[in-house]
């Protein structure tokens, strides 16, 4: 199947490096989120992207002005009607996906096919909410999706062979290695990294039982991610990078998945989440970000987490 016209839903930093990778592959983009003044700032984002690789000498001028004419923003799921391909790249939490996919099923042809890029969720789970679960698969961009080139792939219980091959040369096509999960599981990078629950990544409740330090924290040997990869960033850095919200959806999507004996958020995370403490998009979370909005600076811990995590020596914890 030919895919010219491509819908992405929610422009928050992953949908929006989405976006202009669909751009960049001469796709026409439509982006639905809730607000204008989210779709404002994402324009904003992609034509910075785009400004970069002319001053790089990637593309021209003119071909900047080409490729965003490409691009048109939304509020209004109607204008997804008779985009070729969806991938939904909202807030990840089940609830909102599934809402979103029942309320894609509805407006868009019955042709369309719509993919999430849910970090954790299966897409089985999500194409429930609809009449086409043969149509839905995991679209599952590594964030940012202009420099990471590593995309996961599920196929759902009921994903079509056509929709599946489809995927996978898309992928292809989109300059990406794809690492094909066949049997619709949280993605390899996740399984790992959400787990909340001690000894297991507990970092979560050795911080807040005060069984370590942030100092020690960002000390530990960052060695490899599940996927055999190098980290460069420090596990707290990870957590900001990706956002707090979005690890705390992981998790959450993990305990429905398996159960709280295989992983439980952990109240500090939570605290953290509801006080909109979220890393590098809200320019707190474990770090301090005021002075380098996209680099933590070693050291320099958020004062609400020291505060939240000093001893009372009146208390154990
Ligand atoms: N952050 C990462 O490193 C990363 C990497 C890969 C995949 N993901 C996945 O990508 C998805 C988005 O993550 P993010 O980091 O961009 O989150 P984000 O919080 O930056 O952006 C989410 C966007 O969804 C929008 N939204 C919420 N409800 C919506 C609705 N009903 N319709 C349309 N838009 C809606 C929000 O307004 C926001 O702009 C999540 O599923 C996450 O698991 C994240």
Redesign the pocket.
Known sequence: MKVKNVGI????????TIATVWLNYGRSVTV????EP?LQK?RATIEGSLERRVTRGDITPAQKEETMSRLKTTTK?ADLKNVDWVVE????NIA??K??FA?LDAACSPKTVLT??????PISTIAAATKRPDRCAKM????PATAMTYMEISRGYLTSDEVWETLESLAKELGRKPIRIVKDYQGLGNQYRQMEIPPRGGVWWELMMGKTTLEEVEARPKGKTPEGFAQVLNWMEMQD???L??ML??AEAAVQEWGAAQSYPCPLHRRMVEAGH?GQ?TGIGFYDYSESPRKAIMGKFSPYLVKFLAKDPEFVT
């Not at 599952?140 to 964030?143: A, G, I, L, Q, S």
């Open positions: 839903v929610g422009s928050g930093q992953v949908g929006t639905r989120d809730v607000a989210v994402a799921v790249a909202a807030s990840e909102l996906k809402s979103i309320e999430t890029n849910s970090s954790s969720i599952h961009f590594w964030y990078f990706i956002g919200d979005t959806g992981i979220l998009k």
